[in-house]
């Protein structure tokens, strides 16, 4: 029923803007899915300054586990003429920042602390074979994310700060962008950039269905969070761990036990 639903939206949305620039149509045509994506419970947490540690922690696995993919494909791919014009490594790159924020939130060994729900692993799935297959649709992905972070991007991180009570900006360098002055004039040189990739008919087609495919995966990233949450522990120390069935079994004794303690000792 997606699939369907993608088509139609692509069809109506090709009717009425297909002379216009990429841009443009990319952002058009995700109209309808920008405003699902930030609207999930995830996002409105998120802009009500609710947003908790635990929730922040288990976003930034995901979203390692997406730039890692995202960033590699652009790196493999930089010479395509359909990545290398929007290829800015050094203005936009997110891997080392987050990195830098796992280290910060989950201490030196965070790499064995990474937890990515199904749907982050099927997001960076279509991104790899993308990668391979059709290196162009990549733009479609570069756009959804790196335009999404210097726009939305910008205002959340200022909330997480204050949500999450960090002293300093340590633990959110995912949202700065050093090599960005200006988030605006910036967003203009990339639109102009991604006007520039000469694409086919086929191909622009194609790149527009994989933006909306792009924000779905983010939604459905996003949404996969009710769930983790429930599967997950934070303790005190910020260690974030999985809840087994072993681990559940342990606590529902130890509960057990502490509450046939008091019961004995109120006797
Ligand atoms: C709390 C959640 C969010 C808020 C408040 C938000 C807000 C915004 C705002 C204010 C803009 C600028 C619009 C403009 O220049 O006309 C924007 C642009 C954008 N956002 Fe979001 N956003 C959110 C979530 C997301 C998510 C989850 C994604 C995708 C993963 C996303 C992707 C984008 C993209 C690609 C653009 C650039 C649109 C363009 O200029 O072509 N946003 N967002």
């Given at each position: 029923r997606q699939n369907r639903s993608l088509k139609t939206q692509t069809k109506r949305f090709k009717l009425t803007f297909s002379l216009k620039d990429l841009s443009e149509q990319i952002k058009q045509v995700t109209k309808e899915n920008h405003v699902r994506a930030e609207n999930t419970e995830l996002m409105l947490s998120f802009q009500r300054g609710q947003v908790t540690l635990q929730q922040y922690k288990l976003l930034l696995c995901s979203l390692y586990e997406i730039y890692q993919a995202l960033e590699e494909e652009?790196?493999?791919?930089?010479?395509h003429p359909g990545v290398a014009p929007i290829y800015f490594p050094t203005e936009l790159a997110r891997l080392e920042a987050i990195e830098k924020d796992l280290e910060f939130f989950f201490g030196q060994d965070w790499r064995e602390k990474i937890i990515v729900p199904a749907a982050t692993k099927r997001y960076c799935h279509r991104l790899r074979q993308i990668g391979k297959e059709n290196p162009e649709f990549l733009i479609a992905h570069a756009y959804t994310r790196y335009l999404g972070d210097l726009s939305g991007g910008q205002v959340l991180g200022r909330i997480a700060q204050k949500s999450m009570s960090l002293k300093s900006s340590e633990g959110l360098s995912f949202f700065a962008f050093p090599g960005v002055s200006s988030p605006n004039l910036f967003k203009q040189l990339y639109r102009s950039r991604m006007n520039s990739v000469e694409l086919t008919e086929e191909e622009r087609n194609g790149v527009l269905e994989e933006a909306i495919m792009a924000f779905e995966f983010n939604i459905q990233v996003q949404n996969s969070y009710a769930w983790l949450q429930r599967e997950t522990m934070l303790?005190?120390?910020?260690?974030?761990i999985k809840r087994t069935p072993l681990l559940r079994?342990?606590?529902?004794?130890?509960?057990?036990?502490?509450?046939?303690?008091?019961?004995?000792?109120?006797?």
């Open positions: 652009m790196d493999r791919n930089c010479n303790f005190k120390d910020g260690t974030l079994m342990v606590l529902a004794i130890f509960v057990a036990l502490a509450t046939v303690s008091m019961g004995i000792y109120a006797l």
